[in-house]
């Protein structure tokens, strides 16, 4: 069955017109406001970073017991269990990170701490080694 649907000119042209009238007292109504947005990078000070927003992750090594709850519950394999002369301790690899902030909740001793800090790149690799 074909169905076949038309529209005439006015029914078009009076869509357009209201659709241009919206536009312009949209942009009537923005164009004496305050800038929503910053140029980033330019002005990175000015970037709002709400409260609780998971950013780079801090790792206070002295204060771990080497519990290896963290490495547990990390679903994207960023951590790395090694031992050293304090025992087993987290590596944390930031390339692998989707800051789901799970590690930072089950660790029983608060040495795990996301950030508010947005910006985690770099062109080694290694930087984004946290241990
Ligand atoms: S924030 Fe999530 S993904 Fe990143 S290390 Fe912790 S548990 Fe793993
Ligand atoms: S959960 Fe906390 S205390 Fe346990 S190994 Fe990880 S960082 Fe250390």
Redesign the pocket.
Known sequence: MEISITFSYNTVFDCEVDDIMSMLSELLRNLFKKRATVLYPEERDKVHVPEGY?GK?EFYREKCIGCTL?YQ????Y??EIVVDEKGKRPV?NLA?????????DICPTKS?H?TKQFEVISLDKKDLVVK
């Open positions: 998971r992750l963290c519950v990390c679903p994207s960023t951590i944390f692998r990170c989707t800051y789901c902030g799970q590690c930072e795990i996301l």
